[in-house]
Nanobody, 126 residues
Framework: QVQLKESGGGSAQDGGSLTLDCAAS????????MAWFRQDPAKEREGVAT???????GYADSVEGRFTISQSHARNSVRLRMDSLKPEDSGVYYC????????????????????WGQGVQVTVSS
């Protein structure tokens, strides 16, 4: 079992920055992939960024060049740095973990992930 807890959400202006952190506990060694997802009331939950046990990273096209995902050596902390924020980046952001190898890219969606945090609100104003 893995427990995930997000922190660092809040408000930013258009073009501003925020940093989200995910603290992981439990059987961290059983995880293969860590990810950030987001969801607003009008859309399905979408993958934002992923990082696997070998440090390989994937980003959604919509955030490429603006967001940066990273993890600690012990893989008990996953960070999402968000720069050049846009109003359409607003939503609830979730930390997620997958146990089995493969499918560690944002395009594979939430069904590929086994563990979830409770989410943190991000609001970007014009």
């Amino acid at each position: 079992q893995v427990q995930l807890k997000e922190s660092g959400g809040g408000s930013a202006q258009d073009g501003g920055s925020l940093t989200l952190d995910c603290a992981a506990s439990g059987n961290i060694g059983a995880t293969y992939c860590m990810a950030w997802f987001r969801q607003d009331p009008a859309k399905e939950r979408e993958g934002v960024a992923t990082i696997d046990g070998d440090g390989r990273i994937g980003y959604a096209d919509s955030v490429e060049g603006r967001f940066t995902i990273s993890q600690s050596h012990a893989r008990n902390s996953v960070r999402l740095r968000m720069d050049s924020l846009k109003p359409e980046d607003s939503g609830v952001y979730y930390c997620a973990a997958r146990q089995q190898p493969g499918l560690c890219r944002p395009r594979y969606g939430s069904k590929a992930f086994d563990f979830w945090g409770q989410g943190v609100q991000v609001t970007v104003s014009s």
